[in-house]
């Protein structure tokens, strides 16, 4: 059974069939999908024509990326309270 064969959606917004050599990369284009499906499915049905912001959110704020020792941190929570306890749980946990 081929698993390689998987649907993606082209630069032109049409789906189109591709060959993916690793399991892995599979994974990360669901992950990629599910990320993006609202920004597309938005882009279908009205044509917002969103400008792009860098790794800014678009419809909800707070949302950054943010860089750690590590790796980054996608941080996307809709209003300031919440994102404060997020804030503060992260501070709390680096022994603040």
Known sequence: MDRRAHLVLDGEERLAAVEIDDVAEAVQLATALSFTNATLIEQAV???????????????????????????????????????????????????
């Open 46 to 96: 009205i044509n917002v024509n969103r400008v792009p912001s860098g790794n800014l959110g678009q419809t909800a704020v707070p949302a950054d990326i943010y860089r750690t020792r590590g790796d980054r941190v996608l941080c996307q929570v809709t209003g300031h309270p919440l994102f404060k306890r997020w804030w503060d749980h992260l501070a709390d946990m680096a022994g603040r």
